[in-house]
């Protein structure tokens, strides 16, 4: 099977200009693999050696399809697909407005929907790949005070889909699963905001990105893996402390 013959993947990733995307993709390239990374503005992505940065528009279908289809010339195949790409609006349920759910769905769902479709429909004919999103662990543990309903309403729609879509696709080879982290340390949380976050998680310490990449790499190679919801967390998910 062609994903246990390649030692460096191929990698097509949603997302990879900020945050846990960007650090995922320099961690993926640093380890030998060839990422094609996407963003609404890829001039933002770093130039890196192994790095392909391409422009896509997750709401919009006709960008996904030339930015993938544009990318797998150049690639030949994908091992791996990452989905990554996301929007965070923390807000009273009460306070969502429809721009702010539109905004949501199009880039959780429907992002998701067009870019699994075209990497699945690639690795059917190679028999093979695995398929990764990022959920979060919200959708197992909500925290009181942190209003994210809509939000966790929609990653919970991803947790759910990669049980579907495992089972779906197990005997073309075809894996499915699923990382949910916890806070991880990126620019997007402020030194000042590291204390309080520590106490989110019973280890005590918010989660490095090296954590997610193992993650993602674990799932990758762990071929009797599919249908897993893998909580990067410190332990949050398992109950209230």
Not at 37 to 62: F, M, V, Y
Not at 101 to 119: K, N, R
Not at 164 to 193: D, F, Q, S, W
């Amino acid at each position: 099977m062609r994903e246990s013959a390649f030692t460096t993947k191929r990698i097509f990733l949603s997302g990879a200009s900020s945050g846990i995307g960007l650090a995922v993709a320099k961690s993926l390239v640093a380890q030998g693999h060839e990422v094609w990374g996407t963003s609404r503005d890829p001039e933002s992505i770093p130039e890196l050696l192994r790095l392909h940065p391409l422009r896509l528009d997750l709401a919009d279908p006709r960008s996904v399809h030339e930015a993938f289809n544009a990318a797998l010339t150049e690639a030949d195949h994908f091992d791996v697909l990452i989905n990554n790409a996301g929007v965070f609006i923390p807000k009273p349920f009460t306070e969502y407005t429809t721009e702010d759910f539109d905004t949501l769905v199009s880039t959780t769902l429907a992002g998701f929907l067009y870019v699994s479709q075209l990497a699945i429909k690639q690795m059917l004919q190679q028999k093979s790949g695995s398929i990764v999103n990022i959920s979060t662990t919200l959708v197992d543990q909500p925290i009181a005070g942190v209003g994210a309903a809509v939000q966790i309403m929609l990653k919970g729609a991803l947790n759910a889909v990669t049980r579907a879509l495992a089972i779906e696709y197990a005997k073309e080879g075809i894996r499915v699963n699923t990382i949910a982290p916890g806070v991880i340390n990126t620019p997007m949380h402020k030194p000042e905001t590291h204390e309080f976050l520590k106490g989110l998680h019973p280890v005590g310490r918010i989660g490095e990105v090296k954590e997610v990449v193992d993650a993602a790499l674990f799932l990758t190679d762990a071929t009797f893996t599919s249908g897993e919801i893998l909580h990067v967390d410190g332990g949050a998910h398992a109950g209230k402390w």
